[in-house]
């Protein structure tokens, strides 16, 4: 019996090349309702740290990169010079996530720097293609009990993340990849939101 050396790909395969960007045009058709969500997060963000409130972001794998894209866009610039903003990424306070997890549950990993950083009236941004990691549920939950406004940005809804925070923007994507594109999207929009609000 004769094998063929490339197997035929299966139907629910990763799209790659062209199909890989059809799925994001497709995605971008959609998405249409958190343009308007990102763009009052970037308002009132400004509001937040304009007063000398704090942004705290954290995110698992990719998303932990995005959330510290997002904190670099604010304590450093956007497109234009402007003043710092504090702002900082739980997902990358490496001494910090290690003691943490020797020492408390897994779900504790953000939930605990979110109790000691976060103050009543800041933002916590958490990043999930999924919407169902446990230490960002309890992340979102441990910053709604200290006060704190918790947004969230995830993959299709209803999910147990999006259902925790305070407000939710949720891409419908069928791909992790997407999700990911589209959330990048999304934190452009609230840096290019926020800093207009802060020229007006």
Aim: negative net charge; glycine residues 8%; proline residues 6%.
């Amino acid at each position: 019996m004769t094998t063929s050396p490339h197997p035929p790909a299966p139907t629910d395969a990763t799209p790659c090349d062209h199909a890989h960007v059809a799925e994001l045009r497709e995605a971008l058709d959609a998405f249409d309702g958190c343009v308007g969500v990102a763009d009052l997060w970037g308002r009132d963000l400004a509001a937040v740290l304009a007063r000398g409130g704090r942004l705290l972001a954290a995110g698992n794998g990719g998303s932990a990169a995005q959330a510290q894209h997002l904190t670099a866009e604010l304590v450093g610039r956007y497109r234009k010079d402007r003043a710092p903003f504090s702002a900082i990424c739980l997902s990358s306070e490496t001494s910090s996530l290690t003691a943490i997890c020797n020492d408390y549950p897994a779900e504790e990993l953000f939930a605990r720097q979110v109790e000691a950083h976060g103050r009543p009236g800041d933002v916590l941004v958490l990043m999930s293609t999924s919407g169902r990691s446990p230490n960002l549920v309890a992340a979102a939950e441990r910053g709604r009990r200290s006060g704190l406004q918790v947004w969230a940005l995830t993959g299709p809804a209803p999910n147990p993340l999006a259902d925790a925070a305070t407000r939710a923007c949720s891409v419908d994507a069928r791909y992790t990849a997407t999700v990911q594109e589209l959330h990048l999207v999304a934190l452009h929009l609230v840096c290019a939101s926020f800093d207009r609000e802060l020229e007006a």
